[in-house]
């Protein structure tokens, strides 16, 4: 197994940095060859890394919170565990980045110190890749569905949405071993004169430069299993995203409510245990630990704010197992005109 070196936000995340910490320890468990750099406050970090084995502390004395504007704060807080976790992997100081941290900000970061790839128009120019939020999503023909603007980019041009199709098509091929991925467009109808007036102008863009593409999809073929890749902006990817997350929570809820309620329920509930922890899981982001930004020229993770230690040592192993697979080179190679 290949050594690999992840940098780990120990400042990221809603709970306190101690979860962080225990979930570190959980990946060096899981991996042999696994290294990680804690970044964080001296005193948080350091007495953490003298007691554990494959942990080095990367000090980091500025806190990027969630309240704080994700631009401005990357561009004043540049001792911050954030940005010194990109700048880590940009000198080559580690070969990837986990953080449960502000999503703008660790974009932010990303594309100022790992920098995006760039692409060739038609007309010669050279410019840089919007980076996309890239995961999958558990979906009804027993797969998984990639799923990505998630948030990174609120405001794109057409021009993004095709190279997030593009991105999203090779992570669908390279890590999900899909052949040949369908790709559909998120509008609010399947016809492809449905849609708002940037959808319409983004459909005909990847009729022609997207191979695979499927045409418009809705919302619910984030589920569906029918297309493999679903493309949208990152303002609706987020609202999508979490509208999706706030109805598998509120169901589990209303299950657990409907079992506890009565005897027989509680029976049920006994019977069915194995496979209600398997639908919990397979619903839980915890699981995934994280999602890649797509388009850097590093391995970088985001992860959910509200994170756990499973999900932070999920999240560090995903971004070991992502430098190991080649990821960021592989999804380069599947795109023409990429510098």
């Known amino acids: 197994m290949k050594d690999v070196r992840i940098v780990v936000d120990v400042m990221g995340g809603d709970e306190e940095p101690q979860v962080v910490l225990d979930g570190i ?51 004043t807080k540049r001792k911050s565990s954030i940005v010194i976790g990109c700048r880590a992997v940009k000198k080559g100081n580690a070969d990837g980045f986990f953080s449960a ?7 932010a970061a990303g594309t100022a110190y790992v920098t995006p790839f760039r692409y060739v128009t038609a007309e010669g120019e050279r410019r840089p ?38 991105m999203g098509a090779a992570y669908a091929s390279c890590v999900l071993g899909i052949k040949n991925p369908r790709i559909g467009l998120m509008s609010n109808g399947t016809e492809d004169t449905k849609g708002s007036h940037f959808t319409k102008e983004c ?47 509120f169901i589990m809820s209303e299950l657990k409510g409907a079992l506890m309620g009565s005897l027989k329920g509680k029976i ?16 839980s982001g915890d699981a ?34 992502a430098v190991r697979a080649d990821l960021v080179q592989n999804v380069a190679d599947s795109m023409e005109g990429i510098l």
Not at 214 to 238: I, L
Not at 297 to 316: D, F, Q, W
């Open 203 to 249: 459909f005909p863009l990847m009729r022609q430069q997207v191979k695979g593409f499927a045409g418009n999809c809705e919302g619910s073929d984030m589920v569906s299993g029918n297309v493999d890749v679903v493309v949208t902006d990152g303002f609706a990817g987020n609202v999508a995203l979490k509208a999706t997350e706030g109805a598998a929570k």
């Open 129 to 166: 890749i919007r980076p996309c939020i890239t995961s999958t999503l558990p979906n009804r023909s027993g797969g998984l569905t990639v799923f990505c603007d998630m948030g990174a980019n609120p405001d794109v041009d057409p021009d993004d949405m095709v190279r997030f199709a593009q």
């Open 101 to 107: 941290g502000s999503t703008g900000a660790v974009t």
């Open 288 to 321: 995934k630990g994280g999602a890649i930004l797509l388009g850097l020229r590093g391995v970088v993770l985001i992860g959910h704010g509200a994170t756990s230690v499973e999900a932070v040592k999920n999240g560090t192993l995903a971004a070991a197992e």
């Open 25 to 75: 320890s959980a990946a060096l468990a899981a991996d042999p060859a696994l290294t990680v750099l804690a970044a964080g406050p001296q005193d948080i970090v350091v007495p953490f890394c003298d007691s554990t084995d494959r942990a080095e502390a990367l000090i980091a004395p500025d806190v990027i919170t969630m309240e704080d504007d994700p631009i401005q704060a990357v561009m």
């Open 268 to 283: 049920a509930a006994v019977l069915l245990k194995d496979e209600l922890k398997a639908i919990k899981a397979k619903l």
